[in-house]
């Protein structure tokens, strides 16, 4: 088979090949070295921890498929987070400081989508700043302190499973599905890979690109909200500094999965692929006594890796 | 599916006689731009069925004419009519919607999207999943991007996946399979084959009379005289920001346009 023949077959593999094989090697590799890893209780710990940034990256991958990018979503789960727990603390019902929450959520969406769609300014550049203010927010609504007191169904949420499967899993494959059937399966969807393509031939085709761009913005923003709101359930406090660097996590995970920076291209599954995989590295990194500096390290440099193959393969389209 | 010579079209449309409205109709068009007089009164039709080749020079008005053919320009006086209806108020988005095409060079696709999703984009068939969720019907539009790539003759790979990897010509292909589809009224071809390798232009050549023969007035711009005289059923020669010259095909010459193009009065070509 020469290299022509080679290139073909793996241009056909789906994206998410090599995340999912990457993944389930690592799995055997930490099975054979580490006696704890293939345990249920690691298991099902993994299975809480992979759900909230598995979460953030479904959301995240929206506005990288449009060729934007969402820098805001650590700090908007904090915040958002801040929020829910101040309000359960003041005792409001779970329905009225939840709804709320997501409200504010929405409301973030909208303000980086009409930045990005309306003003123009560069999502990188909007969302940068909705990280240091979002962080803000959440410092100043909660006094720099955390937030405890909450009711006990909130922990119990998190605590609890159905059918084996926990809580918090099945949050993230409800959420995981709805956003595969959009992606995939609808007309918004269509568009917003379409937008993330070639916006100009999208506007040209008809299609309302403001409109799309908001659609993405309040998916990445409801989904950080709704890991925010889930993270407090799993902590039973909130902390203004949590969440931390977690949008940079979530990028990564879309993109090991598939996603390109440039737009246009990315999927669910390989996005809760790529969040599984990192899930995996720091849960063997911790079972093996590696210092957990060094899985920072293996994490920024497998993103730089993904990226340049990423940038690689444009290069190739455009026959350069 | 049968491949139609340009003759045959153009038997049909003059055997059709005065019955045969334009579908766009130009009279009298001016335009300028400061002090510079760009278009000077242009008066054009448009048959169903046709190409109309718009040959000139560089700054002859050519792309400004097409400009307010498509809506992006609006005329200082005269009138553009679709179907015997102004367009002077409308905005290139409403142009499109009523039936007037451009493909253009840089050619609108989406690089990521299939061949039937580009066809489709806007305007995508739904079907619902126990009549409630709505899902797009990939299956039809395989089927028509397939007999529709068929009936140009294109071959474009059954499994390219996406259009990144089609050539230029592949991607007109694409682009003029859309205007079929939709029944566009009126394409304007700017150039198309600018760009291409030898063997794709003939393929372009076809895929406008294919366009021509599904009902569509096709306006090709192009340079290459040879071609021209090849894909036209008339040839408009444009001059200083006016039409100077009108024929079809069968009764010119490159000679003879290339001086129209120049600027030479039809007395001095006479002589």
């Not at chain 2, 059954?158 to 990144?164: G, N, Y």
């Not at chain 2, 089609?166 to 700017?190: F, H, N, P, T």
């Not at chain 2, 023969?213 to 096709?218: F, M």
Request: proline content about 3%; overall charge positive; aromatic content about 6%.
């Amino acid at each position: 088979m020469n290299n022509d023949n080679l290139g073909a077959l793996f241009q056909r593999l789906p994206v998410e090949t090599y995340v999912v094989t990457f993944t389930v090697i690592l799995w055997i590799m930490l099975s054979a070295t580490a006696p704890n890893f293939m345990t249920v209780d690691n298991i099902s710990n993994m299975m809480r921890q992979v759900s909230i940034s598995g979460i953030i990256a479904i959301g995240v991958l929206c506005t990288i498929i449009i060729a934007g990018i969402d820098l805001s979503v650590g700090s908007v789960a904090a915040f958002c987070g801040v929020i829910v727990a101040q309000l359960l603390s003041h005792g409001y019902g779970i329905p009225i400081s939840v709804g709320l929450t997501l409200l504010a959520g929405v409301l973030v969406g909208s303000i980086n989508a009409a930045g990005v769609g309306k003003l123009g300014i560069p999502a990188f550049v909007v969302t940068l700043a909705g990280l240091q203010v979002y962080r803000g927010f959440a410092l100043l609504v909660s006094g720099g302190m955390t937030v405890g007191g909450l009711p006990p169904q909130i922990k119990d949420f998190s605590r609890g499973t159905l059918l084996g499967i926990p809580n918090l899993f099945t949050t993230m494959l409800v959420v995981a599905i709805i956003v595969h059937y959009l992606l995939s399966y609808t007309r918004t969807g269509r568009y917003l890979y379409a937008i993330g393509s070639n916006s100009e031939a999208a506007r040209r085709q008809g299609i309302p690109v403001f409109r799309m761009t908001l659609i993405a913005y309040v998916l990445s923003s409801g989904l950080a909200t709704l890991a925010g709101i889930l993270l407090v359930s799993r902590l039973s406090i909130a902390s203004p500094s949590m969440a931390n660097a977690y949008e940079l996590q979530a990028i990564a995970a879309a993109v090991v999965g598939g996603a390109s920076l440039f737009g246009g291209r990315g999927t669910v599954l390989g996005a809760v692929a790529g969040a599984i995989l990192f899930t995996t590295m720091g849960n063997g990194a911790v079972l093996l006594n590696i210092d957990p500096f060094w899985e920072m390290v293996l994490e920024g440099l497998l993103i730089a890796l993904v990226v340049y193959l990423d940038n690689l393969q444009k290069k190739r389209q455009s026959g350069l | 599916m049968v491949f139609y010579p340009k003759e045959t079209t153009l038997i049909v449309a003059l055997s059709m006689g005065p019955s045969m409205k334009p579908v766009l109709t130009i009279r009298n068009v001016r335009k300028s731009f400061g002090p510079v007089e760009v278009l000077r009164g242009v008066d054009l039709d448009l048959v169903p069925g046709e190409v109309l080749a718009l040959v000139g020079d560089n700054g002859a008005g050519k792309t400004t004419l097409i400009k307010h053919i498509s809506g992006v320009y609006r005329a200082d006086s005269g009138e553009i009519q679709l179907d015997g209806k102004s367009m002077d108020l409308l905005s290139p988005r409403q142009v499109r919607e009523r039936g007037v095409e451009t493909v253009y060079q840089d050619l609108a696709l989406a690089d990521d999207l299939t061949v039937g999703a580009n066809i489709f984009l806007g305007r995508e068939p739904m079907r619902r999943l126990f009549g409630v969720l709505p899902y797009i019907d990939e299956r039809a539009i395989r089927n028509e991007t397939a007999s529709l790539l068929d009936r140009i003759k294109s071959h474009i790979p059954a499994k390219s996946k996406t259009v990144a990897r089609l050539s230029g010509g592949q991607r007109q292909a694409v682009a003029i399979a859309r205007a079929i589809y939709w029944k566009a009224k009126v394409v304007i071809m700017d150039e198309p084959t600018a760009a291409l390798a030898v063997m794709e232009r003939e393929n372009v050549i076809k895929y406008a009379r294919e366009l021509a023969a599904s009902g569509a007035g096709v306006i090709y711009i192009g340079h290459n005289l040879v071609e021209i005289l090849e894909v036209a059923d008339r040839i408009a020669v444009m001059f200083r920001g006016t039409i100077v010259h009108l024929t079809t095909a069968g009764e010119t010459t490159q000679e003879k346009l290339i001086k129209y193009m120049t600027g030479y009065t039809d007395k001095e070509i006479a002589a």
